[in-house]
């Protein structure tokens, strides 16, 4: 079976099931992981190269933050009773965690603190001075609770359909924004670390590491609840800030080894 292009929109993805009738399926939803305009490095692309005999449906937008992610999920609960996807791939939380988002539960060392009632474990003095940490647990909570409701709609309408959550991997804080012709978005992280006092890069990367590990732990335990999910650990696959193009976005070869490392060995044997 040779399927040519297999990465497809909502328009072209009926004809390529006629066509292909017995080729595995796949949904990619998400944000600028899945869809990082315009060079064709994003996780959506790679892993879509990788499963060739395998039909995407493409469904990431970039910058989609929660009203975005809501916003579309009617289309998805159509698409998910429609097309019987072998697996479901998410792309959500970065910006909720270590993005745009990351504006509301940052602090000076001198404003109060209060931890909430996450499982913290030992905390960092750079997060426990500057991280409001029961913000961060409500952002973590509403993170989980936008992929919950694409869990719900498989389990009502496909619940033999794998999903697949991913942790993303640990930023380098560095002031680079994402930049197409005249466009700027960003820089999404260190303007704010900055802003509240915190300014040395090591520690400033002590504080988005340990960040993005608790939205790993999250994830871990979301998936440990829910039949047919898995969960994709990219953490520690990227070793240097020159594998990174801006703050929370890789360059192309960065996006290539978390693909081949990360993501293959998880969806071999679902896809092809």
């Not at 732990?217 to 898995?230: D, E, I, K, T």
Request: hydrophobic share 40%; glycine share 8%; with cysteine.
């Amino acid at each position: 079976m040779s399927i040519g292009n297999n990465n497809l929109a909502l328009s072209k993805y009926p004809a390529a099931i006629d066509k292909h009738p017995d080729a595995k399926r796949a949904l990619c939803f998400g944000d600028s992981w899945f869809q990082y305009v315009p060079h064709p490095t994003d996780l959506n692309k790679q892993i879509a190269r990788l499963f060739k005999n395998t039909l995407f449906l493409r469904e990431g937008v970039a910058g989609r933050d929660s009203a975005m992610w809501k916003a579309a999920l009617p289309r998805i609960q159509r698409e998910i009773g429609t097309f019987g996807f072998d697996a479901i791939l998410l792309s959500n939380g970065g910006n909720d965690i270590v993005g745009e988002e990351l504006r509301e539960f940052v602090k000076t060392a001198a404003q109060p603190q209060s931890v909430g009632s996450g499982p913290w474990g030992e905390i960092p003095a750079e997060v426990f001075d500057h991280v409001r940490l029961e913000t961060f647990e409500h952002a973590l909570r509403y993170a989980i609770k936008d992929m919950k409701e694409v869990v719900q709609m498989r389990d009502l309408l496909s619940p033999g359909t794998i999903i697949y959550v991913h942790t993303y991997d640990y930023i380098y804080p560095s002031g680079k924004a994402f930049k197409l012709g005249p466009f700027t978005q960003g820089p999404w992280v260190k303007p704010f670390l900055d802003q509240v006092g915190l300014i040395d890069a090591k520690r400033q990367r002590v504080l988005t590491t340990w960040l993005v590990d608790q939205f790993a732990r999250a994830l871990r335990a979301f998936v440990s609840q829910n039949a047919n999910m898995r969960l994709v650990d990219s953490r520690g696959t990227l070793k240097t800030a020159s594998q990174w193009e801006n703050e929370i976005h890789p360059v192309a070869s960065g996006f290539e080894a978390i693909a081949k490392k990360s993501w293959k060995p998880a969806l071999t044997g679902v896809l092809e």
